[in-house]
């Protein structure tokens, strides 16, 4: 593996200071940063090939389509799918997930019938899914977590039932840092014929997702939360359900034959994708996989647990701080409050330090409700950062309690 | 003091700090500082939501001047309502809704406490606005 000081290198915003003091970045469960391969490689469409995918002629649409379709490829083989048609682009996890959630109600939701989510959601894979249940007359069921911020596994048995259809949680928690059980959650279901989506927002970017080996039947998550460009994320479905569902958007380049009596749909994947696909950023999202392929995913999850292991050490051992989520099993995310003293002020002071961090809900009302406070401030790391940002944080904490005393 | 004085008062004093972070310790200052408010009014109906922290606001009129006081549960955001019942606080309704609250951006807390950053400072000068507005209405 590179050295800090090389990976570093590789992201030129990470040499920028804010308020005169050096960025110390840690909110990457929001967006990451990006490497200079996944900016040249978006710059260089524009520059040298762009033209619309799937329906030119001429040489720029083919050499535009031919990057697209590699990009596809890239995401299959990342993912361990067994078809590039079984990987469908969208314009983030919150696109795939409200794509799915329309089709699986449209094709298979009655009244009555429920669909199982954790506390853990953020609220991407809740609302979709609401406003499903409200079209269709179907029920929500939640899988109730423990204090160290776990779902409880005993209780998803008891939820699973006849009446269940779908079960779709995420890797992890993006508030707490929680990894969810995977694979007992996925075959519990699959025991009871029920599908699974895994929603791998806070998943993807911190080791190895190998769909088939976990056998989930829908996977999303969004390419600007693991170092690619904004605008492009991924839904991943087994070709059975893909080719089952309806499509959720009609347009251009997904139909097969429209006229104004009939329109037939176009094979998988371009059933699901209408109109213009964002391609410069699906070819930047290819740069960077290669990007964090050729870091190496083991060596990314093991300098994050490193990371995880030292910030929580640094952190628990300042008096005041309380940590929520204390799960063994954690991405780099730390979630925090400190007796006395409101998130926002925190933030506020941390920010003219020049740390980035997220203060507030995060988007996940449900898991703060559960520990009955009305926010947090969250740290998420990631393998770019370092043992001494780590540092600064904790003496910048110490600095806030002392303003604020 | 007329709003101008008061505001170009409070730019006088945040123009002796360069730093960012003495400029914070002085809203910190002034939130600690800022007048309690009678906790009968710490309720829904005077809730003004921002996304991060709450601010509660209560107007009383007595048929000349408004006299509004305020509470948050941040205490940055307390330095805030400070200033601006430094500078919007007993006060006739007119002057209110004329005022033009420039300190803000002179003391540049416009770009560091931009709308998006769900502060409410945009949402407690409306309502203060807004108070004025229907006091006026019911006075004439």
Redesign the interface.
């Known amino acids: 593996m590179k050295d800090i000081a090389e990976i570093r290198a590789d992201f030129p915003i990470l040499k920028r200071k804010v ?1 005169g003091k050096p960025l110390v970045y840690f909110d990457n469960g929001a967006t990451t940063q990006k490497p200079q391969c996944v900016i040249d490689t978006v710059d260089e469409v524009y520059k040298s090939y762009n033209g619309n995918i799937h329906r030119g002629v001429h040489f720029l649409s083919d050499m535009s389509s031919e990057a697209y379709e590699g990009a596809r490829e890239k995401v299959r083989s990342f993912l361990n799918a067994d078809k590039r048609e079984e990987v469908v682009f969208t314009s983030g996890t919150t696109g795939s997930i409200n794509g799915i959630a329309f089709s699986f109600g449209e094709r298979y939701i009655k009244p009555g019938d429920e669909i199982i989510l954790s506390r853990l959601e953020h609220h991407a894979n809740i609302v979709p899914w609401q406003m499903m249940c409200e079209r269709k007359g179907a029920v929500l069921r939640v899988i109730p977590i423990n204090d160290k911020g776990e779902i409880i596994l005993e209780e998803y048995h008891k939820l699973l039932s006849n009446k269940t259809r779908l079960v779709s949680v995420t890797q992890a928690s993006n508030a707490l840092g929680t990894v969810l059980p995977l694979k007992e959650v996925i075959d519990a279901a699959h025991s009871v014929n029920v599908p699974v989506l895994i929603d791998g927002a806070q998943g993807i970017q911190h080791g190895i997702v190998d769909v088939k080996a976990m056998d989930s039947d829908f996977y999303v998550f969004s390419g600007h939360k693991i170092y690619g460009p904004n605008g492009i994320g991924v839904l991943y479905g087994k070709e059975k359900w893909l080719s089952e569902l309806p499509p959720f958007q009609g347009g251009g380049d997904m139909v097969d034959k429209v006229t104004f009596e009939k329109t037939t749909y176009n094979e998988l994947p371009f059933k699901f994708e209408a109109g213009t696909m964002n391609y410069p950023a699906a070819i930047g999202l290819s740069s960077a996989l290669d990007y964090v392929l050729k870091i190496g995913r083991e060596d990314i999850a093991s300098r994050e647990k490193e990371l995880l292991k030292y910030a929580t050490g640094r952190l628990s051992a300042i008096k005041d701080l309380k940590i929520f989520g204390a799960s063994d099993r954690k991405i780099s995310t730390i979630s925090f409050h400190i007796k006395d ?5 925190i933030g ?2 941390l920010d ?2 020049g740390i980035a961090v997220r ?2 809900t995060h988007c996940a009302q449900p898991v703060m409700d559960y520990y009955g406070i ?2 947090t401030v969250r740290a998420s790391l990631c393998f770019y950062n370092t043992i001494e940002e780590i540092g600064l944080l904790a003496e910048g904490i110490e600095k806030v309690k002392s ?2 005393a | 003091m007329t709003i101008t004085e008061v505001q170009d008062n409070i730019i006088e004093e945040f123009s002796l700090f360069d730093d960012w972070m003495d400029k914070y310790s002085l809203l910190i200052d002034l939130g600690k500082e800022l007048a309690v408010i009678d906790p009968k009014y710490k309720v829904k109906d005077f809730l003004i939501e921002g996304c991060q922290s709450k601010v509660w606001l209560h107007p009383e009129f007595d048929g000349k001047l408004i006299t509004f006081t305020a509470d948050s549960d941040a205490i940055i955001t307390r330095g805030i309502v400070a200033l601006l019942i430094k500078v919007l606080s007993s006060r006739s309704p007119d002057e209110i809704i004329a005022a033009d609250l420039y300190f803000i951006d002179k003391i540049g807390l416009r770009q560091n406490l931009s709308p998006t950053r769900s502060n409410g400072l945009l949402s407690m000068v409306r309502q203060m606005k807004l108070y004025a507005m229907a006091f006026n209405a019911k006075n004439k």
């Not at chain 1, 003293?341 to 002020?345: G, S, T």
Request: charged letters at 20%.
């Open positions: 308020y003293i409101h998130q926002y002020d506020m002071i003219k330090m203060t507030g009305d926010g303003m604020f």
